[in-house]
């Protein structure tokens, strides 16, 4: 839980920029924030939203490591250059963003190295906002390996024939019966992208399956509550849902 800290423990971390195996065997950037410490620690894969491999990702991937997590966040738009943020970002939007076939190799190669790592307790989770929510959804369901997962608000789950394009060539939730592991989902009932009836849809067809999954809807909240630097942001569904998301992870990846 936040602020659950023992003030007479030992705290410490270290956040830096590492290498790791991405799409087509390339080595890309990827943020990674760890406890110092012999662990063992679990691993969580962070995968950015479209806003890009930005300060408010790396924030949340010490945030996460502060709880015991060993925390990498790839850098989904390595083939659209450096720059600011949102500069990339933008770039990667004008090209109609990075493969989904990419992005899987990429995440893929994240829990690989998490898993490597000496002091991992050899489990990892997958989470992801916005974009990258749509992604962690599409890796939980593809990729081997991940333990648990958390959709923060993805958008794009559920696709229309008329939205599937060469690099998004599959709706998401056609993989929904091949979910291989726990999923938590945190959305806000005033968002459009994904609406209310899209996270219907998607709560139906995993409940269908008999699929191990939780979501929790806020009234009074969009798209994108945890992003405190925005008009978006809502306080008391944020924190509610970080504990929510914070025990979801410790139940299912620290024992």
């Known amino acids: 839980m936040w602020n659950s800290l023992n003030t007479g423990d030992y705290e410490g971390m270290i956040a830096e920029t590492v290498l790791v195996q991405g799409h087509g065997g390339q080595d890309i950037r990827a943020y990674l924030a760890r406890p110092l410490g012999p662990g063992p620690f679990p691993g969580l894969v962070l995968i950015p939203h479209m806003p890009g491999w930005d300060e ?13 997590y060993s925390v990498i966040c ?5 083939d659209f250059g450096n720059g600011t943020p949102p500069e990339v970002a933008k770039r990667a939007m004008e090209a109609g963003g990075a493969p989904d076939a ?23 989770g997958v ?15 593809t990729l081997e390996g991940i333990d648990a997962a958390c959709d923060c608000w993805g958008g794009g789950v559920i696709m ?13 939730h056609e993989y929904a019966a091949d979910l291989s592991c726990p999923l938590i989902g945190i959305f806000g009932n005033d968002d459009r992208h994904p609406a209310p009836d899209e996270v219907n849809k998607l709560e139906a067809l995993l409940k269908e399956a008999g699929k191990d999954y939780t979501f929790y809807r806020y009234d ?12 978006m942001y809502r306080q008391e569904a944020a924190m509610d849902s970080f504990n929510k998301v914070l025990a979801f992870f410790d139940d299912h990846l620290k024992t």
């Open 102 to 124: 990419d992005v899987m190799e990429d995440v893929a190669g994240s829990l690989r190295f998490l898993k490597n790592q000496p002091t991992s307790n050899e489990k990892a």
């Open 220 to 231: 009074g909240a969009g798209h994108g509550i945890w992003y405190y630097d925005k008009p």
């Open 56 to 68: 408010w990702c790396r924030e949340t991937a010490r945030r996460f490591a502060q709880h015991g």
């Open 160 to 172: 229309s024939e008329d939205q599937l394009t060469e690099k998004r060539p599959h709706s998401p």
């Open 74 to 78: 790839p850098n989904l738009y390595e």
């Open 127 to 141: 989470i992801g906002m916005c974009s990258g929510g749509r992604h962690t959804f599409l890796a939980a369901c």
